[in-house]
T-cell receptor, first 114, second 114 residues
Framework: GDSVTQTEGQVALSEEDFLTIHCNYSASGYPALFWYVQYPGEGPQFLFRASRDKEKGSSRGFEATYNKEATSFHLQKASVQESDSAVYYC?????????????FGAGTRLKVIA | ETAVFQTPNYHVTQVGNEVSFNCKQTLGHDTMYWYKQDSKKLLKIMFS???????VNETVPRRFSPQSSDKAHLNLRIKSVEPEDSAVYLCASSSTGVSNERLFFGHGTKLSVL
């Protein structure tokens, strides 16, 4: 079945550091790829998506590029802030299969120290 | 701005009791979901309804039963809770028709089983 693998556990950075959270996927067909962010006490929120090869998604300074050859969608931000501390999920939505099962990665906790 | 509303926010109960969680979305979406999020932040889909029809039913214990009165409401009943049911239950909605549609989540209901 489809799967998403992302950077495990926690990433700890200082403010203004560069962030990369790795995301790789395995899927039949051509899925749409997403990043979601979850702050404490809230549900996950949509950050951005990409639907085709080489498409870049971005929001709030975060970005990721759909790489079909490498089956990757790595999240990056040039300069993190303490307010970016949250759990980040990479996810895929199977394309055109009638399958309503989004597949989420295990989540990566980002802690930014001021 | 929240458009997926879950009640209650928290629920503490004892093993063997019955609990019910409610979810309502005001986005006009036709698909709703229940996810279970464990203490390690893993997200697992449990059920999905499209226009009141059950379309995803993952391998969950029979004590869990979803109920949908219309496409804006999706409830979850747990007939006889077990300690392993302690988790955050997240309701989400989306609009079908395009495969890359994002999910909108509620804030979750945190269940603690003593």
């Amino acid at each position: 079945g489809d799967s998403v693998t992302q950077t495990e556990g926690q990433v700890a950075l200082s403010e203004e550091d560069f962030l990369t959270i790795h995301c790789n996927y395995s899927a039949s067909g051509y899925p749409a790829l997403f990043w979601y962010v979850q702050y404490p006490g809230e549900g996950p929120q949509f950050l951005f998506r990409a639907s085709r090869d080489k498409e870049k998604g971005s929001s709030r300074g975060f970005e990721a590029t759909y790489n079909k050859e490498a089956t990757s969608f790595h999240l990056q931000k040039a300069s993190v802030q303490e307010s970016d501390s949250a759990v980040y999920y990479c996810a895929l939505s199977p394309f055109n299969t009638g399958n309503y099962k989004y597949v989420f990665g295990a989540g990566t906790r980002l802690k930014v120290i001021a | 701005e929240t458009a997926v509303f879950q009640t209650p926010n928290y629920h503490v109960t004892q093993v063997g009791n019955e609990v019910s969680f409610n979810c309502k979305q005001t986005l006009g979406h036709d698909t709703m979901y229940w996810y279970k999020q464990d203490s390690k932040k893993l997200l697992k889909i449990m059920f999905s309804y499209n226009n009141k029809q059950l379309i995803v039913n993952e391998t969950v214990p029979r004590r869990f039963s979803p109920q949908s009165s219309d496409k804006a409401h999706l409830n979850l009943r747990i007939k006889s809770v077990e300690p392993e049911d302690s988790a955050v239950y997240l309701c989400a909605s989306s609009s079908t028709g395009v495969s890359n549609e994002r999910l909108f989540f509620g804030h979750g209901t945190k269940l603690s089983v003593l």
